[in-house]
Nanobody, 127 residues
């Protein structure tokens, strides 16, 4: 059973940066597509970004493209989300997820495509 644990969330001012981490255990991390989703207050969970097994392919939601960067370190079983230029719309609980699938096209971007989920970490952006 794969376990995912996010960290790095917190309160940050508009325009600042934050880096989230997600540590995996209990599985073969390098064989999973990894993704980040978020759920803002009163909103549905939405796709943020995903990265392929080796990190050569990535996909981003339009709302974060150019501001967020996903990366992974398979030796450390960890995936990261570097967030810059944060604004109030980025306030949400951020979830790390793993999918035991092949990367096709733009990769998995729907929640049902992911097999494993972390508990989430809160990111709050204040003005």
């Amino acid at each position: 059973q794969v376990q995912l644990v996010e960290s790095g969330g917190g309160l940050v001012q508009t325009g600042r940066s934050l880096r989230l981490s997600c540590a995996a255990s209990g599985g073969t991390f390098s064989s999973y597509v990894m993704g980040w989703f978020r759920q803002g207050p009163g909103k549905e969970r939405e796709f943020v970004t995903a990265i392929s097994w080796g990190g050569s392919a990535t996909n981003y939601a339009a709302s974060v493209k150019g501001r967020f960067t996903i990366s992974r370190d398979n030796a450390k079983n960890t995936v990261y989300l570097q967030m810059t230029g944060l604004n109030a719309d980025d306030t949400a609980v951020y979830y790390c997820a793993g999918a035991n699938v092949l990367w096709r096209g733009y990769g998995p971007s729907r929640a049902y495509e992911y097999d494993y989920w972390g508990q989430g970490t809160q990111v709050t952006v204040s003005s």
